[in-house]
């Protein structure tokens, strides 16, 4: 007899992101900017003190400690993780029951519902509106009927990038009994987090990365903050050593470099406004092209165009992210963003030409 793989598998493709070398990488929402030199040398001098035939620690406490104080919140309400997607998993696949009802809200970051497929649970879909938001009494209104346990989703949101405020937030989450996953991965460039506000809820938990801001995406370090009775879960249904060694010693220095971070953040947060404000005004040209406000390090934009300007872009050897009908452009140096705009600008010109 033959094996044969169950339903919730059989047809799954795995991820593939957008392969090949480019000059310009502004698909994946990262960081431009790399480690300096001084910090790289203070990571190698910490690596060599790593006992490489031993596990590492399986709560990362100097770890949570440098992103406590990164954050000022108290470290035993963190959980450190390998990247916000194993939180995700963990929180999908151990906080909801069998047949119990997950709730996201369309478009949001696709491996919500993702891995909900995969622990069983049944995903309730909500759609934002047209201008692509939604309200704090939509969302409630959407959990009591719905009946989900948990909800989940990014704030401000990966594709679209916008943002609920923390008033908004606030709402949601004392109006209801489900379990809020509120996920900040792009909240550094924003300043509606609630992450201060953990210990007031005994139904909150937000979801951070190092990813994004910190330039830190090769580290895959994620952090849940929650209550102490939600953390304790938290620790005890993760693996046991999840979180890496050398992750976790380049982590916490990452983590300590507050000046640092805070000057690169401003600079993307700097050179998203330029990439906002320079598509807009590549808007003129076509009404094929709509540009919406983002509070993230990325701008989000609807055209019908969407897929010749991705591949103009990559005969440039510049790597966006193509969504149908939508592209999806990071904030990079500011060379980068100053060429992306040129050639956007440039495509749509000969368009209006011919």
């Known amino acids: 007899m033959a094996y044969s793989l169950n339903q919730k598998i059989k047809d799954l493709e ?5 392969s090949g070398t480019y000059k310009i990488r502004l698909d994946a929402n990262e960081s431009p900017f790399s480690y300096t030199d001084e910090i790289k040398e203070k990571i190698a001098e910490a690596v060599k003190t790593i006992d490489y035939n031993r596990y590492p620690d399986p709560m990362a406490e100097e770890l949570c400690e440098a992103f406590a104080d990164f954050y000022g919140v108290d470290k035993k309400l963190v959980t450190a993780a390998n990247g916000s997607d194993e939180l995700i998993s963990v929180i999908e696949t151990s906080f909801l029951m069998k ?11 696709s491996m919500y519902k993702f891995y909900s497929s995969i622990c069983e649970a049944e995903c309730v879909q909500i759609n934002k509106n047209p201008e692509l938001e939604i309200t704090a009494d939509e969302m409630i209104k959407a959990i009591k009927d719905s009946g989900a346990k948990c909800v989940i989703f990014s704030n401000p949101c990966n594709p679209t990038g916008q943002g609920l405020d923390r008033e908004a937030i606030r709402k949601i989450v004392s109006s209801v009994d489900a379990l809020i996953v509120d996920d900040e991965a792009y909240m ?21 990365t190092a990813s994004k801001a ?7 370090l994620g952090f849940a903050v929650a209550n102490e009775k939600i953390t304790r879960a938290m620790k005890a249904v993760k693996s046991p050593y999840n979180v890496n060694s050398v992750s976790q010693k380049v982590g916490t220095i990452i983590y300590r470099e507050k000046e640092y971070f805070k000057k690169s953040l401003s600079s993307i947060v700097y050179n998203r406004d330029l ?3 320079g598509l807009r005004n590549c808007s003129c040209f076509t009404d094929d092209f709509r540009v919406y406000p983002t509070v993230t ?11 010749d300007i991705w591949k103009y872009l990559l005969s440039k050897s510049v790597a966006i992210r193509y969504m149908g009908e939508y592209i999806r452009i990071s904030a990079g140096t500011d060379e980068e963003t100053a060429f992306v705009l040129a050639e956007i600008e440039n495509y749509l010109k000969n368009l209006k030409k011919n």
């Open 188 to 208: 550094d460039f924003w300043d509606q987090s609630m992450i201060g506000e953990t210990e007031n809820y005994d139904n909150l938990i937000v979801l951070r």
């Open 275 to 277: 990439l906002y404000n």
């Open 297 to 307: 390090n990325f701008v989000f934009v609807k055209t019908t165009m969407a897929l």
């Open 214 to 220: 910190f330039g830190s995406a090769a580290l895959r």
């Open 14 to 18: 795995p991820y593939e992101p957008i």
């Open 99 to 109: 047949g119990e009802k997950l709730l996201f809200i369309a478009p949001d970051f």
